[in-house]
């Protein structure tokens, strides 16, 4: 296996979905979704401003990255 440095434009389509249940104080439901960029790059993410059950196969999302704090 190796690694190829590449750029995008950050358009995809998300490939696979599911759903991490969490209780309500421990930040409740997010989807995890495998993306696939239209230049052959594969991401695991998160698609966030969309309630997490309306994420879909299929669906075309856009790349948007948020600094944390780092903490789990």
Do not use: C, Y
């Amino acid at each position: 296996m190796f690694f190829v440095s590449t750029s995008s434009d950050g358009i995809g389509t998300v490939n696979a979905v599911t759903t991490v249940r969490h209780k309500p104080a421990e930040g409740g439901a997010m989807n995890v979704s495998l993306v696939d960029f239209d230049e052959d790059v594969r991401l695991m993410s998160r698609v966030e401003n969309v309630p997490t059950d309306t994420v879909k196969i299929g669906q075309r999302v856009r790349t948007a990255f948020a600094w944390t704090s780092g903490k789990a």
